[in-house]
């Protein structure tokens, strides 16, 4: 080896022994320092790109539950669900009320469909006496006029659909058992084309008024008869009433100065009419009172048969 480069390794010694490279725990202590500082600085980095992403997606798609709703429009709660098909959603259906069909009107309601007009009359359409009016004689059915004559008036004969008439005879409740009745009764009882029979008491009404005096029918020597209608209410659906008065007459045909009153009441039930002619018995006068009791005693048979 030459001088010169002898010289140059004394010189590389005595400058590395000047200097003061550490102890090996030291060095150790030094580079686990810089491997935190590197691993904490590559777990801040990735903190700050995920912050950075959820800002930005928060920024480019701000909550739902932060944008109210506009007004009137409908909440997921009540709008409807579609279809599983995909069609539109199904109509809702109404509760049914336990017996009852779905989509069947209650009795009660509007829109349910009118009685249907009945097309015959059976026995039991026909009132029964009180038993104090009974005189043990049975309701005799006859094909009779339903009506004393009105000055030769027609009156609903056209819309007759069925019609039943029986004589009826009845005693007052004061009258004892065993003596002659007090009065009789031509019963009838019509059922009249839908919508007729309220037009049949209006024309009985104007035949009553329209035929104020008249000659007793069959008989030239009997007189007069005068019609007048009475005020009347409380019987079925509407009422006429009106009474036939005529100079009283013995058995003899001689006059008894008092007068004979007889008693006629049409009651309309819906389609249909009955009639009460009161006629007497030997020349007595119709009663009023028994009148009205049984008017009001054919409207309650007539609406239990109508039901």
């Known amino acids: 080896m030459s001088r010169e480069l002898s010289e140059l390794y004394r010189s590389l010694a005595a400058d590395a022994d000047a200097r003061d490279v550490g ?11 810089r491997a935190r500082f590197r691993a ?24 739902s539950a932060s944008v109210p709703a506009p007004a009137g429009a409908p909440t997921p709660s009540t709008s409807p669900s579609p279809s599983p098909t ?138 007069e008869s005068r019609q007048r209608l009475i005020p009347d209410s409380g019987f079925g659906d509407e009422s006429v009433l009106f009474e036939m008065r005529s100079a009283g007459q013995d058995v003899n045909g001689d006059p008894t100065g008092a007068d004979v009153v007889r008693l006629v009441r049409a009651i309309r039930v819906g389609d249909v009419v009955t009639i009460l002619w009161e006629q007497g018995w030997e020349g007595t006068s119709s009663q009023r009172a028994q009148v009205d009791a049984d008017g009001r005693r054919a409207v309650a048979a007539i609406r239990r048969w109508l039901g």
């Open 40 to 63: 904490a600085g590559g777990t801040l980095a990735v903190g700050l790109v995920v912050v950075g992403v959820v800002i930005g997606a928060q920024v480019v798609t701000p909550p």
């Open 86 to 223: 995909g069609g539109s959603p199904s109509p809702s259906v109404p509760p049914t009320t336990p017996g009852r069909s779905p989509g069947t009107t209650s009795p009660g309601a509007t829109g349910t469909q009118p009685a249907r007009t009945p097309t015959s009359i059976p026995d039991r359409a026909f009132f029964a006496l009180a038993p104090t009016n009974q005189v043990g004689i049975a309701p005799e059915f006859r094909d009779e006029a339903v009506l004393p004559n009105l000055c030769g008036a027609d009156i609903g004969g056209e819309a007759v659909v069925h019609r039943r008439t029986r004589l009826l005879i009845y005693k007052l409740p004061q009258t004892p058992k065993g003596y002659v009745p007090d009065g009789s009764y031509t019963h009838s009882i019509t059922i009249y084309r839908a919508g007729r029979a309220d037009d049949v008491l209006k024309e009985l009404r104007q035949a009553v008024r329209d035929c104020p005096v008249q000659k007793m029918p069959g008989d030239d020597t009997l007189g």
């Open 23 to 33: 102890l090996p725990d030291v060095l150790r202590h030094r580079a686990d320092r």
